[in-house]
């Protein structure tokens, strides 16, 4: 892929120019990669569709069956933290790794 030189004025000497076009042509074409998805995967989907947890029923006083949904439901969504937490993890050390944070 061909990366686009971005135009500077004239008041900067030649050597400052040639020194940001570079900075700035390496950072983009990693930038690039890392939303072309190259650098870091996607997290999984997530375990409970929307409304899920809040779908659940308990009647009064609630039974064990409608405790152990409620427990398997935020189990799962435990699960889904965990794997974005991984894949956010993943990113910030894409990007530290390009000495862009």
Do not use: H, W
Not at 42 to 59: C, K, Q, R, V, Y
Not at 69 to 84: G, H, I, W
């Amino acid at each position: 892929m061909e990366t686009q030189q971005p135009i500077l004025p004239d008041q900067y000497d030649s050597s400052f120019k040639r020194q940001l076009l570079e900075l700035l042509s390496r950072n983009y074409t990693d930038l690039f990669q890392i939303f072309d998805k190259t650098a870091v995967s996607d997290p999984a989907a997530m375990g409970n569709m929307d409304g899920e947890i809040s779908g659940l029923t308990f009647s009064n006083p609630p039974t064990q069956a409608e405790c152990q949904a409620l427990r398997n439901a935020c189990e799962v969504l435990a699960d889904d933290v965990r794997a974005l937490r991984g894949s956010v993890s993943d990113l910030i050390d894409s990007l530290q790794a390009r000495d862009l944070v």
